[in-house]
């Protein structure tokens, strides 16, 4: 019962690129059904809906992990979010947008991009097998955020919770701060950890064998292709296709961003006599139990289990009682981190409780 339910809903994800090209063909203000099931209808469910603190059991951990279907879905996404971004080369190639229709499809394009598709980005970016590896740095070449690659599972993981980590946000910073901090200074650490990791080789940092060079080329070749293989389609240069997919890019790795800003607002871990930080432990993220919108993220909110055993794939992270919750799912949290008093005033009473549980 807990597997079949768990392999039905994760294919929910699929219903954000179904809406998306449903909503373009429909035509007019049906362009916003994809921004009405993210940010009203999965908020309504998550809150109409029971939450989710079941765990899979120990005896069938095993089972899970190895288990191809849940790889099989992470998979398929791939495949279907390059088809859906190439046909959003078309359809802007060819359609005569008004401007609130090029900011719907834009930014409902980024949706899919950014919400579902770094997501997967980022499930498939901690596995040790070079496809998976691979499968992950497509999908974030598609966001022009590739050096999230190195970020993330070098920089962040190690970092998080500290005044070191560009991606942990402090305690009264509001989201567009923590925007430009963090987009600026995990761009800039990624190039320094790759800086590192070609040191330790005996490699040169201006080679082919730097990882951040690719990582800056392949976007701008995609976006170049698609730019050339549809001027030649149309007939005339379309210059709609490079600025599309940048600036879908642009809110795909700012829906990141604020995803990053939720789940470690506040938190601080102690620096030992050692001089070293406390290790991560389940309290030192914000967890989301609700269903629907875990369904829809791979229970990317189960983040606390994530950063305690990054190792583990998403089908089998744990719910802890212990992980301090945000009151709502990140669908609902994120419009709310973009209110600056409204976080604060829903967050930080929150955080107070967090630090005197820690005193405690």
Same mark, same amino acid.
């Given at each position: 019962?807990?597997?079949?339910?768990?392999?039905?809903?994760?294919?929910?994800?699929?219903? &954000?690129?179904?809406?998306?090209?449903? #909503?373009?063909?429909?035509?007019?203000?049906?362009?916003?059904?994809?921004?009405?099931?993210?940010?009203?209808?999965? +908020?309504?469910?998550?809150?109409?809906?029971?939450?989710?603190?079941?765990?899979?059991?120990?005896?069938?951990?095993?089972?899970?992990?190895?288990?191809?279907?849940?790889?099989?879905?992470?998979?398929?996404?791939?495949?279907?979010?390059?088809?859906?971004?190439?046909?959003?080369?078309?359809?802007?190639?060819?359609?005569?947008?008004?401007?609130?229709?090029?900011?719907?499809?834009?930014?409902?394009?980024?949706?899919?991009? #950014?919400?579902?598709?770094?997501?997967?980005?980022?499930?498939?970016?901690?596995?040790?097998?070079?496809?998976?590896?691979?499968?992950?740095?497509?999908?974030?070449?598609?966001?022009?955020?590739?050096?999230?690659?190195?970020?993330?599972?070098?920089?962040?993981?190690?970092?998080?919770?500290?005044?070191?980590?560009?991606?942990?946000?402090?305690?009264?910073?509001?989201?567009?701060?923590?925007?430009?901090?963090?987009?600026?200074?995990?761009?800039?650490?990624?190039?320094?950890?790759?800086?590192?990791?070609?040191?330790?080789?005996?490699? +040169?940092?201006?080679?082919?064998?730097?990882?951040?060079?690719?990582?800056?080329?392949?976007?701008?070749?995609?976006? #170049?292709? #698609?730019?050339?293989?549809?001027?030649?389609?149309?007939?005339?240069?379309?210059?709609?296709?490079?600025?599309?997919?940048?600036?879908?890019?642009?809110?795909?790795?700012?829906?990141?961003?604020?995803?990053?800003?939720?789940?470690?607002?506040?938190?601080?871990?102690?620096?030992?006599?050692?001089?070293?930080?406390?290790?991560?432990?389940?309290?030192?993220?914000?967890?989301?139990?609700?269903?629907?919108?875990?369904? &829809?993220?791979?229970?990317?909110?189960?983040?606390?289990?994530?950063?305690?055993?990054?190792?583990?794939?998403?089908?089998?992270?744990?719910?802890?009682?212990?992980?301090?919750?945000? +009151?709502?799912?990140?669908?609902?949290?994120?419009?709310?981190?973009?209110?600056?008093?409204?976080?604060?005033?829903?967050?930080? +009473?929150? &955080?107070?409780?967090?630090?005197?549980?820690?005193?405690?």
């Amino acid at each position: 019962m807990y597997s079949g339910l768990k392999k039905i809903g994760f294919f929910s994800a699929l219903i &954000l690129p179904a809406l998306l090209v449903s #909503g373009y063909y429909l035509g007019g203000f049906n362009l916003w059904l994809i921004h009405g099931f993210v940010f009203v209808l999965v +908020p309504l469910m998550d809150y109409v809906i029971s939450t989710d603190t079941s765990n899979v059991p120990k005896e069938a951990i095993s089972r899970m992990t190895k288990a191809y279907f849940y790889k099989l879905v992470t998979f398929i996404w791939v495949y279907v979010q390059l088809s859906v971004l190439i046909w959003g080369f078309y359809v802007v190639s060819t359609a005569d947008f008004v401007g609130w229709e090029w900011l719907a499809f834009t930014s409902g394009m980024a949706l899919v991009t #950014g919400g579902i598709g770094i997501t997967v980005a980022h499930e498939l970016g901690h596995k040790a097998e070079k496809s998976e590896q691979i499968y992950a740095q497509i999908l974030l070449m598609t966001v022009s955020y590739m050096h999230f690659f190195i970020e993330h599972n070098r920089g962040h993981h190690v970092r998080v919770a500290t005044a070191e980590d560009p991606a942990t946000s402090r305690f009264g910073e509001n989201f567009y701060s923590f925007w430009l901090r963090s987009v600026k200074d995990g761009y800039l650490s990624a190039w320094e950890l790759e800086r590192e990791r070609l040191s330790k080789k005996g490699c +040169p940092f201006f080679s082919w064998s730097n990882q951040m060079i690719w990582f800056q080329v392949l976007p701008i070749a995609f976006a #170049g292709l #698609g730019f050339l293989v549809f001027s030649m389609l149309q007939n005339r240069w379309v210059w709609e296709v490079p600025v599309f997919f940048f600036a879908q890019s642009l809110l795909a790795f700012s829906l990141l961003e604020a995803v990053n800003y939720l789940e470690h607002y506040g938190m601080e871990r102690k620096k030992l006599e050692t001089g070293f930080y406390e290790k991560v432990t389940p309290l030192h993220s914000w967890n989301a139990s609700q269903r629907v919108s875990n369904f &829809l993220l791979f229970q990317l909110q189960r983040h606390s289990d994530h950063h305690a055993f990054a190792f583990k794939r998403y089908q089998i992270l744990n719910h802890y009682d212990e992980s301090p919750q945000l +009151p709502a799912g990140y669908s609902a949290m994120i419009l709310v981190a973009f209110f600056p008093p409204l976080w604060f005033s829903l967050m930080n +009473p929150r &955080l107070e409780k967090w630090k005197e549980m820690r005193i405690s």
